[in-house]
């Protein structure tokens, strides 16, 4: 069994950042691999970045080249830090780990960039 809980939501003026983490509990964490999903109003959930237990990284094109996901396994957490934030990347950010079947998801953060 694995709890995530999302910290470091918001609301940022376009342009500018934030860092998002993950704290996990209960498992080892280190064979997950821990993703970064968000889902605005009216649309489906989709993923943002994953990042697997050997450190290999994939991201939507939409977030390339602003965001960067990484982990720590010791302090079992996972981060994603978004820079140059659009009003487009407002919505619920949710992380998730995965193994095998195992699938587990936090409650969600707000970030809303807005003038």
């Known amino acids: 069994q694995v709890q995530l809980v999302e910290s470091g939501g918001g609301l940022v003026q376009p342009g500018g950042s934030l860092r998002l983490s993950c704290a996990a509990s209960?498992?080892?964490?280190?064979?997950?691999?821990m993703g970064w999903y968000r889902q605005a109003p009216g649309k489906q959930r989709a993923l943002v970045a994953s990042?697997?237990?050997?450190?290999?990284?994939n991201y939507a094109d939409s977030v390339k080249g602003r965001f960067t996901i990484s982990r720590d396994n010791i302090k079992k957490t996972a981060y994603l830090q978004m820079n140059s934030l659009k009003p487009e990347d407002t919505a619920v950010y949710y992380c998730h780990a995965g193994w095998l079947s195992y699938n587990y998801w936090g409650q969600g953060t707000q970030v809303a960039v807005s003038s």
């Open positions: 209960g498992s080892i964490i280190s064979i997950y691999t």
């Open positions: 990042i697997t237990s050997g450190g290999d990284i």
